[in-house]
């Protein structure tokens, strides 16, 4: 063989190229923009369009929410004011409305110096929601969780301690005839008597038996009517009560709606589909001005406790159905699983059918209380004073007549964070519960 | 025959009702049934005792009054010499016309941000994110209320278009003018009218319009006519003819030479005096309305839309291709019918809370059905338990429509399962 390339084998590499760096155009920012901006000329167009209307909305909102005013006390300050600062054609934010009427828009007409006792039952509310929502909790908190539904009311408006005392004796009594009865009327007896004891005693000895306790040992703190119930603090308590009385209730009707008791059935099945089928306006008019025409003679109750009872109805129905897609997701198997075993209907229900269901639905019960919260602005067309309310009231005001977007700005984004920090938890919350093997 | 001597004679005793699983669930229904009649009759009753104590009985005769207020929308004519009856009717119309006007344009805007949110576009697929989030976690009353300020705030009042120094112009040729009172746009005129026809002396149906559906439908029919026999040259021979030109033909020609016969033209409005005068008049209640609906519908409709797309499984894409079809065969032949099954149900559903959530018009002033009889007439009257009763039986009648198309759509597309 000799030194020079013998030309009848074809070129052969012998040796490995050194890796060189990928090119410039495909890695890095620059890649990264070719890739996800402007891989075709269509997508190039596209990002440019947005890119465009994301500049003429900054450019036309930016300028007017930094050419601001916070000290003026009326609207008319305020224009001079901003004109003073950033010369006569600007116009700008006025936002010295909200820091004027922030304590109304969150509290309403509260008395001020009281204000301590919505924030109180908020956290109350939030620590009793705690150990539910997020598992690293400490189980002790339970307590809590407990106490809140009677704390929460009374903090808010007020009164003898006596009362929310005498209304958690009923589920006390309830539970009671449900253990004494059980043992020798069976578990419908018991159900029933579980039932029955409780409302009973609602009705006819819980009021009176308060009054007794209070005319002995007073104690109590100064009640506030619902009347001065207003802003954010009214859709917080509507919303919440009604979101949490929802979801037994919800489950319940699904559980009715599934069975397999044709009365049972069809009047579930009425229920939720008128519910479903009417708009929450007509239901609000009929808390309005129909709700006590239920009512024997001469009852009057409040306003608020109306509206509660009417969301909480509406939310029932939507949850119904949430939770029924759940449990028609189940495979048979687990039904007939949990019968093989021999469980009786609310054992397994309890035990498997309920805790698979519910992790199926829970995407669906989050957006419905979401829906729930924020159709609790409903509640301004018939008079109350929520956050949307209020801001009628206050443009109804000379000082701050005209005044529009600073408002419905504040209102909106508040419930932006509400409704956003709830739909990111059922996120968690589906993640968390993922049990399957993907 | 004798009876069986090993078995006991099964007797009824009552503790059987309670313990014996055949017998339970007749109690347990007996027992709700009886709690259910019992709540209902002592609602009843209270509400029969406090109407009469009040002295207004339940009755609906009222709706045969003069109703005394005018309604500025409307679709059928209206003054407030009319009765009570027909200002609900107007208002229910105006109901229907704002929830077609709003499934329409949510649709369009739905499915274009669900498959934009899709796009491999990383800027564009992040925009409709937003638009999704903020649109959906904000109340529809305060969308509402935002369009209507909007609309107030932004745009000139009808004074403005007059005069020398007009600070306002007209849009598309002076044919459509934006205002802050609402949008004037041209309206169909037809100089050879073939009239209207009165329906039970209470409603006048145009014939134009009658004349202009059935020749729009008689033309479809004949276009699917053309598509069948399409299909069946293409399963005798395996080749499809082309069709689509004798098949817009069918529909366009003959609507065209309708239109023409009766002289078809536009009427433009005019500022005539302090507002303008012809064309069709949509008050800015109704615009607001309509937008803020299907721009809060359209997020929830790009969802459902994303998540139909998302359900059909990659593979379906990929044996389709292996198959030979080109990509928008894939689109319309594999991908689409079965995204479609997803999507329907809950699109339908959600077209039920846009016309649910229309029922908030009361909050600008839009007069439907909750503005007529359940605003003003119910005001006027005091009749509330029947204006709330009418109302939601509306409603319901509505709701029981849709579900009733949903359910029959939903039994024709569902898989075949064991």
């Known amino acids: ?44 167009a596209l990002t440019l369009l947005s890119l465009a209307l994301v500049a003429w909305l900054l450019a036309a909102v930016l300028p007017w929410i930094v050419h601001s005013s916070w000290t003026a006390s009326s609207l008319s300050e305020c224009r001079a004011q901003i004109k003073e ?45 705690a150990p539910v929502l997020f598992p690293g909790f400490p189980r002790k908190v339970l307590y809590l969780s407990g106490a809140a539904p009677f704390l929460v009311p009374w903090l808010l408006w007020g009164g003898t301690v006596w009362l929310p005392v005498a209304v958690a004796l009923g589920f006390v009594l309830g539970y009671a005839a449900f253990r004494l009865v059980t043992p020798f009327g069976g578990a419908i007896l018991g159900t029933i008597a579980a039932a029955l004891v409780p409302v009973m005693w609602w009705f006819w000895l819980a009021g009176p038996a308060s009054g007794q306790l209070q005319a002995v040992l007073p104690l109590g703190i100064e009640p506030v009517s619902s009347r001065s119930f207003g802003g954010f603090m009214l859709s917080i308590t509507i919303g919440v009560t009604a979101i949490t009385l929802s979801l037994p209730f919800g489950i319940l009707l ?50 608020v406790l109306r509206v509660i009872i009417m969301v909480t109805l509406f939310a029932s129905a939507y949850v119904a ?40 639905s829970i995407p669906g019960i989050v957006s419905t209380f979401i829906g729930v919260f924020k159709d609790t602005t409903l509640v301004s067309i018939i008079g109350l004073l929520d956050p949307v309310g209020f801001s009628n009231s206050i443009r109804a005001d000379v000082n701050w007549n005209g005044i529009v977007w600073e408002l419905y700005g504040f209102i909106a984004a508040l419930f932006f964070v509400f409704c956003f920090s709830m ?10 519960l993922r049990t399957e093997h993907r | 025959m004798t009876s069986h001597p090993d078995l006991p004679r099964e007797t009824f005793r009552l503790r059987m009702l309670i313990f014996d699983t055949r017998y339970r669930s007749l109690t347990i229904q007996i027992v709700t049934l009886a709690g259910f009649m019992l709540l209902v009759s002592w609602m009843i009753s209270n509400t029969v005792q406090n109407l009469a104590e009040l002295g207004k009985p339940i009755e609906f005769g009222f709706l045969g009054n003069q109703a005394q207020y005018d309604i500025n929308q409307t679709l059928i004519a209206y003054t407030s010499r009319d009765t009570h009856l027909r200002a609900a009717v107007v208002g229910l119309l105006n109901t229907l016309l704002v929830a077609f006007l709003g499934c329409a344009l949510a649709t369009v805007m739905g499915v274009t941000i669900g498959v934009l ?20 976690n904000v109340p529809v009353l305060l969308w509402i209320l935002f369009f209507m300020a909007i609309l107030i705030e932004s745009l000139p009042p009808p004074n403005a278009f007059r005069g020398e120094d007009a600070t306002a112009s007209m849009l598309l040729g002076d044919s459509v003018a934006l205002t802050n009172r609402g949008f004037y746009i041209p309206e169909p005129l037809f100089s050879r009218s073939l009239g209207d026809l009165s329906v039970f002396g209470a409603f006048e149906i145009s014939l134009d319009l009658v004349a202009f559906l059935a020749v729009l439908a008689a033309g479809l029919w004949v276009s699917a006519r053309i598509r069948a026999r399409a299909d069946r040259i293409q399963n005798r021979t395996g080749l499809r003819p082309t069709t689509w030109y004798l098949r817009l033909g069918v529909v366009v020609l003959p609507l065209l030479i309708l239109l023409a016969a009766l002289g078809f033209h536009l009427g433009y409005p005019e500022l005539r005096g302090f507002n303008f005068r012809g064309g069709i008049y949509m008050r800015n209640s109704l615009i ?23 359900a059909i499984s990659k593979g379906q894409t990929e044996a389709a291709a292996a198959l030979g079809l080109r990509p928008n065969r894939i689109m319309s032949l594999v991908i689409l019918p079965q995204a479609l099954r997803v999507i329907i149900p809950p699109l339908i559903s959600q077209y ?18 909750t503005g007529t009889l359940g605003g003003i007439t119910m005001g006027q009257t005091g009749r509330e338990l029947e204006c709330v009763l009418l109302m939601m039986l509306f409603y319901l009648a509505i709701s029981l429509v849709i579900s009733t198309a949903m359910n029959w759509y939903d039994a024709r597309v569902r898989l075949v399962e064991r």
């Open chain 2, 352 to 369: 039920l809370n846009l016309t649910k959530n229309s029922s908030l018009a009361i909050a600008v002033g839009y007069m439907d059905i």
């Open chain 1, 423 to 432: 739909s990111r938890y059922s996120m968690y919350l589906e993640r968390r």
């Open chain 2, 117 to 136: 949110r899709l796009s491999r576009n990383w800027l564009v697929a992040r925009l409709m994110t937003v638009y999704v989030e903020i649109f959906r």
């Open chain 2, 288 to 310: 607001a309305l309509w937008l803020a609906l299907s721009f809060y519908t359209a997020a929830f409709i790009a969802e459902i839309v994303r998540g139909g797309i998302l």
């Open chain 1, 321 to 360: 159905e949430v939770i029924r897609g759940g449990l028609a997701a189940l495979p048979r198997g687990q039904y007939e699983a949990a019968d093989a075993l021999g469980l009786d209907y609310w054992k397994a229900q309890r035990l498997i059918i309920m805790p698979q269901a519910l992790k199926i």
């Open chain 1, 85 to 129: 600062a950033y010369g006569p054609e600007a116009s700008g934010a006025c936002w010295a409305v909200i820091r004027e009427r922030w304590a109304q828009l969150i509290f309403g007409f509260y008395p001020s110096e009281l204000y301590w006792r919505p924030i109180l039952a908020f956290g109350i509310a939030l620590g009793g929601m």
């Open chain 1, 1 to 44: 063989m000799s030194d020079a390339p013998s030309h009848d084998t074809a070129f052969v590499r012998d040796a490995m190229l050194p890796p060189a760096p990928a090119p410039a155009s495909s890695v890095g920012p620059l890649g990264w923009l070719r890739r996800n901006l402007f891989s075709s000329w269509l997508n190039a």
């Open chain 1, 254 to 303: 699904a559980l009715g709606r599934q069975s397999r008791m044709l009365i049972v059935k069809s009047i579930c099945v009425g229920v939720i589909e008128f519910v479903r089928g009417v708009p929450l306006i007509t239901l609000l008019f009929v808390a309005w001005l129909l709700l006590n025409y239920f009512m024997p003679p001469d009852t009057n109750f409040d306003i």
